[in-house]
């Protein structure tokens, strides 16, 4: 039973656009929602996190929005760079006990 | 500071045999998770340790897989009479508390022939 579904499974995005990663649980006791970012041959690294008491949290050029009622939550990667190709997992859980992730999507960004 | 590190990075293993995976946290923290990653999938959880206590072993595929920890530091996960699809990269995290960031190690790619 897949808890977390993620879309797209991967992503084209042009240099300095914007790269939108979505991501819907199923789980409602779930309230701790983290993005991870993944380079080939390395393990994942937290990009950003959000509880479900807020809608949106931003840190630099990443924002988490977060939809509580849809239990849906997204990746906003703003003015998007070469850097930022990578693959991308949310993930859910409850007190960040366990981790359930989602598929991944693979980031592209081109010049 | 250092790192949750694992060894070894890599470990090629004939079918059947066993293979030990060794997870170093970072230092002080009480959580530690062994995950599982298949070629291009996202990760799988295993097993979660709050101390020396494992409380979720939930993801553990089989008995063939086992996990202990000790002195609240390094982990080892061992897979008896390995199989063919065992082959993954295994990945080990560790957390200062709950709700504070999970740290990854590199994982070690197991390659069962």
Redesign the interface.
Known sequence: QQQVK?SPQSLIVQKGGISIINCAYENTAFD?F?W?QQFP??????LI?IRPDVSEKKEGRFTISFNKSAKQFSLHIMDSQPGDSATY?C?ASK??????????TRLQVTL | GAG?SQSPSNKVTEKGKDVELRCDPISGHT?L?W?RQRLG?????LI?F?GNSA??KS?LPSDRFSAERTGESVSTLTIQRTQQEDSAVY?C?S?LA??????????TRLTVL
Not at chain 2, 41 to 45: A, H, I, K, P
């Open positions: 993620q701790y983290p991870y041959g390395k393990g994942p690294a937290l996190a997992f993930a007190a960040a006990s366990k981790l359930t992730f989602g598929t991944g | 949750v959580a998770y995950y999938q996202g990760l799988e959880f979660y709050q409380p979720d993801g990945l995290a957390s709950l709700y504070l960031r999970v740290d990854f190690g590199p994982g």
